[in-house]
């Protein structure tokens, strides 16, 4: 089990920038494919971006395409994920997740380690 916990959240406005981070365990962190998922409230789960961990391929999806960037730092074992040009509708509960069966997937089910979450708000 991989240990991930997410930093960064916080409340800003419309139009703003926040980049959150995601410290994950482990020795072999280079190989997992990993994920940032949000969650607002009487919504489903829904992916937001991935990345695998050697080539560093990434996925988006297409409402965040660029706007939002994932990144890692696999010397520092933490992913990252830069939002620019916040959105009211981008007000969720992200959470950062770890596969180590998967390079990368947009499918939560494919990822066998979630962090605890954190909110980010946008005000209009």
């Known amino acids: 089990q991989v240990q991930l916990v997410e930093s960064g959240g916080g409340l800003l406005q419309a139009r703003g920038s926040l980049r959150l981070s995601c410290a994950a365990s482990?020795?072999?962190?280079?190989?997992?494919?990993m994920g940032w998922f949000r969650q607002a409230p009487g919504q489903e789960r829904e992916i937001v971006a991935a990345?695998?961990?050697?080539?560093?391929?990434?996925y988006y999806a297409d409402s965040m395409k660029g706007r939002f960037t994932i990144s890692r730092d696999n010397a520092k074992n933490t992913v990252y994920l830069q939002m620019n040009r916040l959105k009211p509708e981008d007000t969720a509960v992200y959470y950062c997740?770890?596969?180590?069966?998967?390079?990368?997937?947009?499918?939560?089910?494919?990822?066998?380690?979630w962090g605890q979450g954190t909110q980010v708000t946008v005000s209009s």
């Open positions: 482990g020795r072999t962190f280079g190989t997992y494919g």
């Open positions: 997740a770890a596969s180590t069966r998967r390079s990368y997937s947009s499918q939560s089910g494919q990822y066998d380690s």
């Open positions: 990345i695998s961990g050697i080539t560093k391929t990434t």
